[in-house]
């Protein structure tokens, strides 16, 4: 519920204090007075694309706030609360423009967007009038208010449309991983076959290009080894040692202790030169290799870092490589049963979408009927029961509400074509048609505010005290706002005032004033009589109030 509008400096108004109350508050005076500057203004701080100028002349900014009386769980509350904003018991919007242009908003006074006051308007306040855009007026808003009418629950259609988005965006990504294996196809087999036959292994460049290079160390010191061992053995070392020792163990005797020594010395000698034999056998032997063998290792390695090469891994990688095309030539080749399973779960998601869609639709229809019956029985007494109402469904595009297209059309005479609200009845015809459309889509509206803005326009009499009627029992239970020229509307106001204007050191000014019981009075009979109010006008003043 709206509580309290402050204004101050904007266009004609330089500072004004409202305080609404639930049920119905009417706002009357004469034309030109203001009362659509308290529209503008309201609609300002709750950041509605309004005038551009509003600034009133001479001020350097105006401002306007708006204090809100929500109950906990109110769905305000939600918009705040994703925003960022401070969730409290009370809920305060202020908004203000300078004389440049400029706009700022706080919400309980912390900044915010534009954006965020817009959708936290649409929680708040309804505005209905001639030149609404926002609201019946609106055929895109007109299937959500036929939900609303008849309960339609809509999740399971949801439901069955999130899984038809999601079968039909695998079914495109599978359908696009497919052609594009398929434009490469002979290159995956090809390249396949190639890794296959070479089945490279991890560590195997390392290790042939070690053996390869202890070949071709081995082909150039073999000859240099071969060398020093045969000068090691018979014909060299071991052969002259051998003939040293032959020869002195001959005159050992003779030489006495002279030779001992040197002989157990070259005996040692001897053991360890057959130690030399023995290891520079053995590195002979190790040198030795099939030239065969080496040509197989460079060409395997040569093989290996060439494919490496044009597959742009390292040599290593080759079999995680390989098995990855392996991955993809196997999806390829098995292509067909997945597109198979997945064409199967899409016509299954497609059949559960068709069910509840067509489910909506049927609902849909009945409460069409119901409505168009409810609307025309609120025609008659506001003098329009030769009109028709009607809700026309139509195939749409499918969504997740369902595909059907929802519009509210009317005939205004039998036999007329039937159109649009906006564009085939009249303005007094149309305001008519808003309330009567209201009364039957809107039940006790607890925390909106319904604004009204001369939605009682070219009526009269019987028709207008109507009217009145259903703006009252609109507000029974929830706050409805009315700016009205109907004294039959105005009486049946909860509360009052009145807005007029008047001239201060030359300035044109505009004021709200809170009407008393005996200034009500004096209120409906100026409606009535107009300028000169007679006792006839007060006294048929008091019987409007009292009736």
């Known amino acids: 519920m709206l509580r309290s509008l402050d204004i101050r400096d904007m266009l004609i108004i330089e500072r004004l204090e409202l305080g609404f109350q639930?049920?119905?508050?009417?706002?009357?005076?004469?034309?030109?007075?203001?009362k659509s500057i308290l529209l503008d203004s309201l609609g300002f701080v709750l950041g509605w694309r309004g005038r551009a100028e509003l600034v009133r002349q001479g001020a350097k900014q105006g401002e306007v706030t708006a204090e809100f009386d929500l109950p906990a769980d109110h769905p305000a509350w939600e918009v705040i609360a994703e925003a960022g904003l401070p969730v409290g018991e009370e809920l305060i919007l202020r908004?203000?423009?300078?004389?440049?242009?400029?706009?700022?908003?706080?919400?309980?006074?912390?900044?915010?967007?534009?954006?965020?006051?817009?959708?936290?308007?649409?929680?708040?306040?309804e505005l209905h009038g001639q030149h609404d855009d926002r609201g019946l007026l609106n055929p895109r808003g007109h299937r959500a208010m036929l939900d609303v009418f008849a309960r339609i629950d809509t999740s399971e259609a949801r439901r069955a449309w999130g899984e038809l988005t999601r079968a039909r965006q695998q079914m495109a990504a599978t359908r696009a991983t497919l052609e594009?294996?398929?434009?490469?196809?002979?290159?995956?087999?090809?390249?396949?076959?190639e890794l296959d036959k070479l089945d490279p292994q991890p560590g195997e460049d390392a290790e042939l290009d070690a053996r390869r290079r202890m070949m071709q160390g081995a082909e150039r010191i073999r000859d240099d080894v071969a060398r020093g061992f045969a000068l090691l053995g018979a014909e060299g070392a071991e052969g002259a040692m051998g003939e040293a020792m032959r020869w002195l163990e001959g005159v050992v005797e003779q030489a006495g202790d002279g030779l001992d020594a040197p002989i157990a010395a070259l005996g040692r000698?001897?053991?360890?030169?057959?130690?030399?034999?023995?290891?520079?056998?053995?590195?002979?032997?190790?040198?030795?290799?099939?030239?065969?063998e080496l040509e197989q290792a460079e060409e395997r390695l040569f093989a290996i870092r060439a494919l490496a090469r044009k597959h742009e891994v390292l040599p290593d990688d080759l079999g995680g490589f390989a098995g990855d095309l392996r991955v993809r030539l196997e999806a390829l080749d098995q292509s067909d049963a997945e597109m198979r399973r997945q064409e199967a779960a899409l016509h299954q998601a497609e059949a559960a979408y068709d069910s509840a869609a067509n489910a909506l639709t049927a609902a849909r229809g009945e409460a069409a009927g119901r409505l168009d019956r409810a609307v025309m029985a609120e025609l008659a007494p506001l003098k329009m029961e030769r009109a028709v109402f009607e809700t026309r469904?139509?195939?749409?595009?499918?969504?997740?509400?369902?595909?059907?297209?929802?519009?509210?059309?009317?005939?205004?005479?039998?036999?007329?074509?039937?159109?649009?609200?906006?564009?085939?009845?009249?303005?007094?015809?149309?305001s008519r048609f808003l309330l009567a459309l209201k009364v039957c889509l809107t039940g006790p509206a607890a925390g909106v505010t319904m604004i009204f803005d001369e939605i009682d326009r070219g009526v009269g009499g019987a028709t207008a005290d109507a009217v009145g009627r259903r703006l009252a029992a609109?507000?029974?239970?929830?706050?409805?706002?009315?700016?009205?020229?109907?004294?039959q509307v105005a009486a049946r106001g909860a509360h009052h005032w009145r807005v007029q204007k008047q001239v201060e050191a030359g300035m044109t000014l505009s004021t709200v004033v809170p009407l008393s019981e005996a200034d009500r009075v004096d209120e409906v009979a100026r409606m009535l009589a107009g300028d000169t109010i007679t006792e006839e006008a007060r006294a048929a003043a008091r019987a409007l109030l009292n009736g």
């Not at 029974?476 to 109907?486: E, N």
């Open 95 to 125: 908004r203000v423009n300078t004389a440049d242009g400029r706009k700022t908003a706080w919400i309980n006074d912390r900044r915010c967007s534009g954006e965020v006051l817009r959708a936290l308007s649409e929680r708040l306040v």
């Open 269 to 292: 000698a001897m053991i360890e030169l057959g130690e030399a034999q023995d290891g520079v056998e053995r590195c002979l032997s190790a040198l030795e290799f099939d030239p065969s």
């Open 22 to 34: 639930p049920g119905l508050n009417v706002l009357t005076g004469e034309t030109g007075a203001g």
């Open 474 to 487: 609109l507000a029974d239970g929830g706050q409805v706002l009315v700016v009205t020229h109907s004294p």
């Open 180 to 193: 594009a294996a398929r434009a490469e196809e002979e290159f995956l087999r090809h390249s396949v076959a």
């Open 393 to 430: 469904i139509t195939p749409g595009e499918d969504g997740p509400e369902g595909r059907d297209s929802v519009a509210f059309t009317v005939a205004t005479n039998p036999g007329a074509p039937a159109g649009p609200l906006a564009k085939i009845a009249s303005g007094g015809e149309l």
